[in-house]
T-cell receptor, first 116, second 117 residues
Framework: GAVVSQHPSRVICKSGTSVKIECRSL??????MFWYRQFPKQSLMLMAT?????????EQGVEKDKFLINHASLTLSTLTVTSAHPEDSSFYIC????????????FGPGTRLTVL | AQKITQTQPGMFVQEKEAVTLDCTYD???????LFWYKQPSSGEMIFLIY??????QNATEGRYSLNFQKARKSANLVISASQLGDSAMYFC??????????????FGKGTKLSVIP
């Protein structure tokens, strides 16, 4: 299957700082990438859909000014958690698909964010 | 809107035995895809198997097979010859092929499978 990388895999930051997470499709181009959040022992919750060259589409209840998404190229999307608070501590996972509605989404290994 | 239901929070299976993980779904879309993902303790989501709603045959991928019953709206995952490495969370997911949000996956709550030696 296709390979999606995420960096960093783990990050600890102080409250009030910003953290950037990168998601890369390594062997294919992804016009669409997705960002999910997963709390312990729960399912994945879609946060936003990232489209190359255009603004991201955020799910209801997700603050777009807090979770900044940039999809500047066909292989890279970034999620920046601004002014992080302890309640933002979570597991963030990205996925990438080829852009066709029938394409399988492949997931990155995830980033565990801890805000102190 | 789509909904995925996984009714088994946890399952145990003896090593080398087969196990079925249940998944039912609800959608008004005429065309859709069904997916199963495995999430080990490391957190990575690993794609296992895919079934299209118009596929005539049940999907198979190695030890994984999908028991697709369209009329019942169920897409159960069958793992044959369980291995210790199969211990993980398993998520059923669905994706419509039309309309707004046609690329988005909707996930079930997952089933934690534990393989007993």
């Amino acid at each position: 299957g296709a390979v999606v990388s995420q960096h960093p895999s783990r990050v600890i930051c102080k409250s009030g700082t910003s953290v950037k997470i990168e998601c890369r499709s390594l062997d294919f181009q992804a016009t669409t990438m997705f960002w999910y959040r997963q709390f312990p022992k729960q399912s994945l919750m879609l946060m936003a859909t990232s489209n190359e060259g255009s603004k991201a589409t955020y799910e209801q209840g997700v603050e777009k000014d807090k979770f900044l998404i940039n999809h500047a190229s066909l292989t890279l999307s970034t999620l920046t958690v601004t002014s992080a608070h302890p309640e933002d501590s979570s597991f963030y996972i990205c996925s990438a698909g080829g852009g066709s509605s029938t394409d399988t989404q492949y997931f990155g290994p995830g980033t565990r964010l801890t805000v102190l | 809107a789509q909904k995925i239901t996984q009714t088994q929070p946890g399952m145990f299976v003896q090593e080398k035995e087969a196990v079925t993980l249940d998944c039912t779904y609800d959608t008004s879309d005429p065309s859709y895809g069904l997916f199963w993902y495995k999430q080990p303790s490391s957190g990575e989501m690993i794609f296992l198997i895919y079934q299209g709603s118009y596929d005539q045959q049940n999907a198979t991928e190695g030890r994984y097979s999908l028991n697709f019953q369209k009329a019942r709206k169920s897409a159960n995952l069958v793992i044959s010859a369980s291995q210790l490495g199969d211990s993980a969370m398993y998520f059923c997911a669905m994706r419509p092929y039309s309309g707004a949000g046609s690329y988005q996956l909707t996930f079930g709550k997952g089933t934690k499978l534990s393989v007993i030696p």
